[in-house]
């Protein structure tokens, strides 16, 4: 019933959003749930959708999320949980993150499915082991990386993510929902 009481943000295939967790998110208030929560409202007619969700670590603290995915009518179909979502030291282009691909296949006649991104308080006590500069350019360089402690990220109620969204028509993708089209059997 509180699902009904929050703004679904509206995002369109083969967009690239980004995202803040901060004071300026929604709250939900459920046991395992714990700080902003994102909600998203996705198209569901065009075929199979892959999201790759990134959290970005900033500085030391990088949000930890959970997705779950609720079909046309806001019911639970498919959940992951944090700890699908891994660690990715940084790259040219990219910073050091969490990072998952979710890919869906909504059923036919769903016109939206809904993605509900949220972190718990067990996540937040947790943290996440980072590559440090030093031993990164020694391996790219095919040195002998140090023997240093490597740096950590706290888990944290904020931070930053981006969503990208592409469709494509396969079948090998979790189905979300069922087909309810009415038409009887001859």
């Known amino acids: 019933s509180q699902l009904q009481t929050i703004?679904?943000?509206?995002?369109?295939?083969?967009?690239?959003?980004?995202?803040?967790?901060?004071?300026?998110?929604?709250?939900?208030?459920l046991n395992q749930i714990s700080g902003k929560v994102l909600a998203l409202q996705l198209p569901a007619d065009h075929g199979t959708l892959t999201l790759r969700l990134r959290s970005l670590i900033d500085g030391k603290q990088v949000f930890s999320p959970n997705v779950l995915v609720l079909d046309q009518q806001q019911q639970p179909a498919a959940f992951y949980s944090s700890n699908q979502f891994s660690y990715q030291p940084a790259s040219l282009l990219t910073g050091d993150r969490l990072e998952g691909t979710l890919k869906l296949s909504p059923a036919p006649g769903q016109k939206s499915i809904y993605l509900l991104i949220y972190t718990t308080p067990q996540d937040v006590a947790q943290h996440t082991t980072l590559e440090g500069a030093v031993k990164a350019y020694a391996k790219a360089t095919g040195n002998q990386p140090p023997n240093i402690p490597d740096?950590?990220?706290?888990h944290s109620v904020q931070g930053h993510l981006s969503l990208k969204?592409?469709?494509e028509r396969n079948n090998d993708a979790v189905t979300i929902g069922s087909n309810h089209s009415g038409i009887a059997a001859a």
């Open 165 to 167: 969204i592409t469709t």
């Open 7 to 29: 703004h679904w943000q509206s995002v369109q295939a083969g967009e690239n959003a980004e995202f803040d967790m901060n004071a300026s998110g929604q709250n939900l208030s």
């Open 151 to 154: 740096p950590v990220a706290q």
